[in-house]
């Protein structure tokens, strides 16, 4: 079983459509999280850390659940331009863990 | 303010061969991770740099290895190369508590 684990999708969602994301992990004692956002061939951005309190930032939301060891992105009225690759992120003592990558595709 | 920066952007290579890889971090940043990253896959950390010295270390064998120079730029070494060394190999900078790294546009190596 991977360290975290991701649904790859993909997802196609038309324009104005909400969308999320699911990811898990599987070390308690991982410390902190994030998503990044990687188009096609390029490097990964962040695109928000994920506290749980839960946190928002325009359309997008992330929550974390550490009971669960369960990470989640909404994104709310889709764009073209959200259409990417989205990787769940664990740290922990300095080492970072990537999922595979959710894909969406947001189309016209 | 310039962020991570790698060179070089794009390596074909033989099998058998040596290759270095270079990084320097965001300003301000002392802390360097490489990644390598499949076709389909997510990153997989290969290992940290902090102070000079390896801080960490994911599942990948000898042949992968690694420097970091007093400025805080880095290497990563690839010795003895496999086809399957082939992939997008990504610098990451950051600061040493587990915020969140800044990548480079990374190196695509193609090994044939």
């Known amino acids: 079983r991977k360290e975290v684990e991701q649904d790859p999708g993909p997802f196609n969602v038309p324009e104005g459509a909400t969308v999320a994301f699911n990811c898990t992990y599987s070390n308690s004692a991982s410390q902190s999280f994030f998503w990044y956002r990687q188009d096609c061939r390029k490097e990964p951005k962040l695109l928000m850390s994920?506290?749980?309190s839960g946190n928002e930032d325009g359309r997008f939301t992330a929550q974390l659940n550490r009971a669960s060891q369960y990470i989640s992105l909404l994104i709310r009225d889709s764009k073209l331009s959200d259409s990417a690759t989205y990787l769940c992120?664990?740290?922990?003592?300095?080492?970072?863990?990537f999922g595979d990558g959710t894909t969406l595709t947001v189309k016209p | 303010d310039a962020g991570v920066t790698q060179s070089p952007t794009h390596l074909i290579k033989t099998r058998g061969q040596q290759v270095t890889l270079r990084c320097s971090p965001k300003?301000?940043?002392?802390?360097v991770s490489w990644y390598q990253q499949a076709l389909g896959q997510g990153p997989q950390f290969i290992f940290q740099?902090?102070?000079?010295?390896?801080?960490q270390r994911g599942n990948f064998p000898d042949r992968f290895s690694g420097h970091q120079f007093p400025n805080y730029s880095s290497e990563l070494n690839v010795n003895a190369l496999l086809l399957g060394d082939s992939a997008l190999y990504l610098c990451?900078?950051?600061?040493?508590?587990?915020?969140?790294?800044?990548f480079g546009q990374g190196t695509r190596l193609t090994v044939v």
């Open positions: 300003s301000g940043h002392d802390t």
């Open positions: 992120v664990v740290n922990r003592a300095g080492k970072s863990t």
């Open positions: 740099y902090y102070e000079e010295e390896e801080r």
């Open positions: 994920v506290y749980s």
């Open positions: 990451a900078s950051s600061l040493p508590a587990d915020t969140e790294a800044f």
